[in-house]
């Protein structure tokens, strides 16, 4: 008994795993896709806004490997196009959000008084209007463009970059280790960049994930009830709208958008849900 006591408290206890399972599956399964919509483009020779109405809602493994919609376009290119188009409007939006997010954060609890009571009454604004608002604030003075859908989506995001920044910046700054780095005469760039950020980084592939989830899911409902992005161009949303009324039809061709919008959303879920649940 005294034996056993002795090696349970000589155990180290285990260390959290920065890469559990659900991360590495969903950046698997992102990976995937992502080659998908980088290399479907250049395999398949198809445009996906060629009309061969002869064609109309050819069956999957025809002339078309997925088929073709009620255009005669291919579905394999247009799915591969729409893949890009989602994930990169994604990256580059969670990029815009992230960028002045965390320099926002890191500034306000860094100077403190008035400029973190300014940046923080700024945040709680935007906080307060609903994200899909902002946008189609935006949205009405060019519907359909690309612009004011990423300025909206962008502006809507930030803020939980700067609530996390902040948040995990003030705890860090009433540490004594920062306290001994000032006495020391370590500048804040230094401290900034060897103290601040390392903790910070681990936080930032949960909220990237969570932000580019949030994007694609609001740029292809936007889409949907045509205010986002509009055909012809191949946008996951509005092809399940254009293709619904042929359900009955070609069920299978009707659900493909929908099921590359849930893995898409699917792989972000499980990268960033990795980061907060072991």
Do not use: C, K, N
């Amino acid at each position: 008994m005294m034996l056993q006591m002795q090696d349970l408290a000589g155990t180290t206890p285990p260390r959290s795993d920065p890469w559990p399972i659900s991360r590495r599956i969903g950046l698997g399964l992102l990976a995937l896709l992502a080659a998908f919509a980088l290399l479907g483009p250049v395999l398949v020779t198809a445009d996906p806004a060629r009309q061969d109405l002869s064609a109309s809602l050819a069956p999957i493994g025809s002339d078309f490997l997925l088929g073709a919609d009620h255009y005669g376009r291919s579905m394999l290119a247009r799915l591969a196009y729409g893949a890009r188009l989602s994930f990169g409007m994604a990256l580059l939006t969670m990029l815009s959000a992230a960028a002045p997010g965390l320099l926002l954060g890191v500034l306000a609890a860094w100077r403190g008084g008035v400029t973190e009571r300014a940046l923080v009454a700024l945040s709680d604004i935007v906080l307060a209007l609903p994200g899909l608002l902002l946008v189609l604030l935006l949205l009405a003075f060019a519907p359909g463009h690309f612009l004011p859908l990423y300025l909206g989506l962008s502006l809507s995001l930030w803020v939980e970059f700067f609530r996390v920044a902040r948040t995990t910046t003030a705890r860090l700054l009433v540490e004594p280790r920062i306290e001994a780095s000032r006495l020391l005469g370590f500048g804040t760039f230094y401290i900034l960049r060897h103290q601040v950020l390392p903790e910070i980084a681990p936080l930032l592939l949960t909220l990237a994930s969570f932000a580019m989830g949030t994007a694609i899911l609001a740029i292809s409902t936007l889409s949907a009830i045509s205010v986002g992005l509009q055909p012809p161009t191949p946008e996951l949303g509005s092809m399940i709208v254009e293709l619904l009324p042929y359900y009955d039809e070609a069920p299978l061709t009707v659900l493909m958008p929908g099921i590359l919008i849930f893995l898409l959303v699917l792989g972000l879920q499980l990268t960033a849900r990795g980061g907060t649940v072991r």
